[in-house]
């Protein structure tokens, strides 16, 4: 069974940065996508943003400039680099992937608080 294990995670003041890892227990070569959830309290659960195969990215609107994903197949792991932080981006992080059934895996998520 893959595991997904995200880190990174902390307080940090507005402006700021973070970079979330996420080490995956299978080869990540192989997954259809990756990505980085949020989810704010009192909020659903949304994309932040993906990697493909291809080393395609996409962003949300809102991050958009200040975030950066990526991957390093060597090591089985998904990068999310925050920068210019904002208290809007407080959320639990969800690293997910797409294995090469099209089967959506999660992880357990960890907890981003952006100080004003």
């Known amino acids: 069974q893959v595991q997904l294990v995200e880190s990174g995670g902390g307080l940090v003041q507005a402006g700021g940065s973070l970079r979330l890892s996420c080490a995956v227990s299978r080869s990540i070569s192989s997954m259809k996508a990756m990505g980085w959830y949020r989810q704010a309290p009192g909020k659903q659960r949304e994309l932040v943003a993906s990697?493909?195969?291809?080393?395609?990215?996409n962003y949300a609107d809102s991050v958009k400039g200040r975030f950066t994903i990526s991957r390093d197949n060597a090591k089985n792991t998904v990068y999310l680099q925050m920068n210019s932080l904002k208290p809007e981006d407080t959320a639990v992080y969800y690293c997910?992937?797409?294995?090469?059934?099209?089967?959506?895996?999660w992880g357990k998520g960890t907890l981003v608080t952006v100080s004003s």
């Open positions: 997910n992937v797409v294995n090469p059934w099209g089967i959506n895996l």
């Open positions: 990697i493909s195969t291809g080393d395609s990215t």
